[in-house]
């Protein structure tokens, strides 16, 4: 066995689930990555993955795994970018346990990430909410939940993994009813709920009648949905009422949309990106001006104030329905 197989195995037993305390997440996409990288190395070396050393995994062998990730895979560049993100962590931890290697491990680590086009955020309008809300039937168990779910993260933005990992005892509805989850970078936070939400989360956790640590959203087997599950049925939702709300047609709705939207509302309400960032469990204010730069309104809102206040706004104004109709015939 070479040096690569205990430094590999070091790495997820040391540094990241003793040293890091990584979540589960966290560890599962490393050891994806590492399988695709040893798949690859053997494939074109010809050596079979624990008979494989450090050496042989110098930069250029990480470069073309990288190109083989997006040519071959169809990977986006944020995926090839998370990948090279895991084998960089894997490459400090090794070069301090092999200084022999330090010229080579040092090439891999100046492989830079790749850039890429930022698209502007998508997310849902009010009347949209209203529709895929409106979509879930509450005459069965299973319209009932999706209800709670969908208007719980609507209103607090908690990514999927925090949806799923909710318990009856996270939600408080007493005076200052609030949420509590455990988050991303494992940070615990709390997210207030409005009288409507937490009506409608009463009603869900009464009929529900499970333990405090039970899945607050179980499966019909009882068990926690998965990110799978939740997404399978938003496009349900949202194919069903395309016909009603025509705008969402041309939307792909995910959970994560869902955590836009709420981030939005927030931002149209007034609310200061520093606040926004702190309700969401952004790591960086930084995360947050992407929201900025998706609000057409606040942009509208500018523009406005830099209109002359004595001359002709030359911007193109549609006319009246009426005006409109008599110069279409």
Known sequence: MSTLAPTLQAFFTDRLIRQRLSSDHTIAAYRDTMRLLLGYV????????????????????????????????????????ARLSAIHSLFQFAALAHPEHADSIARVLAIPPKRFDRA????????????????????????????????????????????????????????GAHVACHGKGRKDRITPLTQATVTVLRDWITELGALPGAPLFPSRRGSRLSRDAIEHRLAHYTAKVSNVCPSLRNKTITAHVLRHTT???????????????????????????????????????????????HGQDSRYRPPDSLLAWLEAL
């Not at 070396?45 to 083989?68: K, N």
Request: net charge negative; charged share 20%.
């Open 120 to 175: 502007l955020i998508a997310y849902l309008t009010d009347d949209e909410v209203d529709a895929l809300l409106a979509a879930c039937d509450l005459d069965t168990w299973t319209g009932r939940r999706d209800h709670a779910l969908l208007l719980l993260a609507v209103q607090t933005g908690l990514r999927v993994s925090e949806l799923t990992g909710l318990s009856p005892g996270d939600v408080h509805l007493g005076t």
């Open 42 to 81: 053997a494939a074109r070396t010809g050596v079979a993955p624990s008979r494989l050393d450090i050496g042989e995994l110098d930069a250029p062998m990480i470069g073309g795994f990288l190109d083989y990730l997006e040519q071959e895979r169809g990977n986006s560049v944020r995926t090839r970018n």
């Open 263 to 309: 981030a939005m509302r927030l931002l149209h309400a007034g609310v200061d990106t520093s606040v926004i960032a702190l309700w969401l469990g952004h790591a960086s204010v930084d995360t947050t001006q992407i929201y900025l730069h998706a609000d057409m309104t606040l942009k509208e809102k500018a523009l406005a104030r830099t209109s002359p206040p």
